[in-house]
């Protein structure tokens, strides 16, 4: 099977066509691999340094705040120097700096190690969006778009139980040597890959840079981009909150708690094959709205019953991650359909928005020292009531250009 409407100069030699789409999905998977590998030793990490959860904490909030940087930085260098060679520096910057987080004496020398981490594996992360764009014309994208997500999804499910594996045979440093692993896979898969990009940006260094002020002036596209990066708030304040929740809050063990955590994983999993089979039913714009009406009553229901149980908690937060997971799809092919050009600089901008997003989301749950379920439950009622409201809002704007509701079928082989 082909990829039918793939750009044909763009076929890889030594990948393949799954191939490409593996390496896509690796590395779009950096931010929960890197993140939820080592979330059920987080407690323990705390412990071992001596130091506060906030602080331990703070191993993810610098890390998403650099992380969300450094797309900046790779994005619209992407657009003048090629993918590949950014690639390869980016992916050995994140496999030495995992390491380094292995290795450190203190929390603080860890945090520090976490921020090159960040930087380095930020690369692939805005550059597999962009590779997307680069490959991939309008009709075919959304499909690609759903299946690169549900292969990255699979990562939330599986790097928790993973992680709380290989805690019963090592310590908290031998994950994130299972990290550093990981991205000279990745970077061997880049080196494998062939350009995708045909016309890069040839002007000056600072010009490329300065075309993130471009992009961003596009009233269609920055609208958009802070509408689909809100649900990230909601999403990564339960990613830093669970273990705290799970483990010390109902008294769960470290691979009990990964259960739980990929039982609500598994719904964002489905979410983008949700998407495409109810797409053919329902226009984009209702369906859109349905997932930030599921986002409220399930924040509702979180306030309500979450604290009953660990698994009436899991119960009632499933339909949120299943919204959350579902508009991804629909958002990021409406928000590069915005831009012609200059597609590495708007990968960046949505990764950083997103990665911020999820920053403040962290930093908002790590305030609370009681009981962190009504407060998770408030914040996705009220992002879910915020998002609505501009999606009805904007999606009615003349100056968006406007997407098939019906994607084209497409194949992967």
Known sequence: MNITSARRQNRQRYLGDKGLIALISLLSAFVPLSTDLYLPALPGMADYFGVSSDLANLTLVMF?????????????????????????????????????????????????????????????????????????????????????????????????????????????????????????????GSIALQETLERRYSGPLSHALGRLYVVARNPAFSSLLLLFSLPGISAMAFIASSSYIYIRGFGLSELAYSYFFAFNAIGMIFSPSIYLKLSRRMSRRSFVTMCFGMMILSGMLIVILGSQSPWMFAAVLLPATIAAGAVRTPGTNLMLEQQREDTGSAAALMSCFGIIAGSIGMSLISLNRGNMIPVLGMMYVLIGIVCATLWLYISQKPYVTRVPDRCAAVTVG
Do not use: H, N
């Open 64 to 188: 998403f705040l650099s992380f969300g940087a450094g797309t900046l930085l790779w994005g619209p260098l992407s657009d003048r120097y090629g993918r590949r060679p950014m690639l390869l520096i980016g992916l050995s910057l994140y496999s030495a700096a995992s390491l380094g987080c292995a290795f450190s004496e203190d929390i603080y020398q860890l945090i520090a190690f976490r921020i090159l981490e960040a930087i380095g594996g930020s690369c692939g992360f805005a550059v597999a969006t962009a590779m997307i764009k680069d490959v991939y014309d309008v009709r075919s994208r959304e499909p690609i778009l759903a299946v690169v997500q549900t292969m990255v999804l699979i990562s939330p499910v599986s790097a928790p139980v993973i992680g709380a594996i290989l805690l019963r045979f090592t310590s908290w440093r031998g994950l994130f040597v299972a990290l550093a692993l990981i991205g000279l896979v990745a970077l061997a």
